[in-house]
């Protein structure tokens, strides 16, 4: 079975910084793509960043750009959002998801994480 659990949420003031963590088990992780998306309050989720089973292709919702890395490391079956210059609109429920299919960088994502909360203060 699949797991995917996020960690390293938190509260942090406006231009700081935080590193999420997600760390998966219950497949050959490193043959998936993954995606971090988030949830504010009264809004959908919505997509994030997203990176390829090797970490060589990576794309990022144009509010993030150049604010946002993801990375992952397939040693540990561990996916990270390193998330700096952090803005108030950056509060949200953050999730990390992995892919339906293996080898694919599009296409559904079949399993979520429980989710990691961050808020930024102004």
């Known amino acids: 079975q699949v797991q995917l659990v996020e960690s390293g949420g938190g509260l942090v003031q406006a231009w700081g910084s935080l590193r999420l963590s997600c760390a998966a088990s219950?497949?050959?992780?490193?043959?998936?793509?993954m995606g971090w998306f988030r949830q504010a309050p009264g809004k959908e989720r919505g997509f994030v960043a997203a990176i390829s089973w090797r970490g060589g292709r990576t794309n990022y919702a144009d509010s993030v750009k150049g604010r946002f890395t993801i990375t992952r490391d397939n040693a540990k079956n561990t996916v990270y959002l390193q998330m700096n210059g952090l803005k108030p609109e950056d509060t949200a429920v953050y999730y990390c998801?992995?892919?339906?299919?293996?080898?694919?960088?599009?296409?559904?994502?079949?399993?979520w994480g429980q989710g990691t909360e961050v808020t930024v203060s102004s």
């Open positions: 219950g497949r050959t992780f490193s043959s998936y793509s």
């Open positions: 998801a992995v892919r339906a299919r293996s080898y694919e960088y599009t296409g559904e994502y079949a399993y």
